[in-house]
């Protein structure tokens, strides 16, 4: 009895209580009590290692290294950079290429198209900072300087687009990186995808033309129908479309301008999906933002908008990243949710502050979705 007491108290069978018989009643009660405690104690020991084991790596800004949740100082509305950048930071592949020494190897300086390096280097420089030292927010001064000297846009601080700037850092970046012989860079292999356009002229012969085009990103116009969701703006984006009369068509079998019927389909998909939400009309008096929820999943099924016989694999994408945008463009603030490669916990980008972020990641103020082929 005692004995089996004992074994309880050291844990090392907890059920063997259960079968434990006393021949006075009070002798039980007074074991079933001490047991029971020592059991609650076992259980809730045993529970709890698993757990805090589990929650070490949520803690990740306590340890010495920050592993990417470092902060970027607003250096005068530049938001939307930041924004921009902490999305990019968090694609893994894009982080360890740049945290390598390889980059440096690929660098094109005769790229007149390319800023000879620069950008790459301080883009680098600004990754190494991020998950390499030891600061809770750093200053992305010199990556500002340097895609203002390349893009007169991004001068000065006042507020621009988030996507604009994204935008303009991946083909920076893949300009810098670019291979001669065959145009592509790390940066055309991750991000870029191609679309496949069917034209077909409305004569009678009804000639069929196949148009491919690159895309960097899909720009998602969100619909005036239900559902406002992400996968509605997809079909909606390789929906019949035909040609108004003013924008008529050049058959090359008919030798003359036609009607046309066009319907695109995806075609070679990236392996990080940039989904922009259009909620900026850009007019010639003023921009107006659509403040409407477009729903978006953590899990994108991509299969339904893949040409037929393209691909016989499912094409599956997990959400990583989410740029958000509240309040108008002028007025306005950029901040970001991001997924951390490590723990798989998100994360609130918002400057120089980072949190953790425990829901609300289908949010109605997302603007740039990114996610990543699993
Ligand atoms: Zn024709």
Redesign the pocket.
Known sequence: MYQNFQQLKTGSNALQLDITESSSSNIKRHIDNEVTITVEHETRRKRKIPNSSSTVPDDLRKQKDRHGLCGLKNLGNTCFMNSAIQCLSNVSQLKNFFLSDYWHQMINHKNPLGTQGQVAQDYADLMSDMWLSNKNSITPKRLKTSVANFAEIFTGYSQQDAHEFMHFLLDALHEDLKDDTNDSSPISKLFYGRTISIIT?V?K???VEQVEDLFTYLPLTIPTEQPLTVQQCLTNLSAVQIASSNSEWF?S??RKK?QSKKQMYLFDLPRVLILQIKRFNYGTQSTTKITKFVQYPLELNLTPFIIKGQNLQEMIYDLIAVCLHTGSLSGGHYFTYAKHERNDQWYCFNDSSVTLQQQDIINQNAYILLYKQR
Request: net charge positive; charged share 45%; proline share 0%.
């Open positions: 002229c004569s012969k009804r000639h058959c079998k008919c036609r």
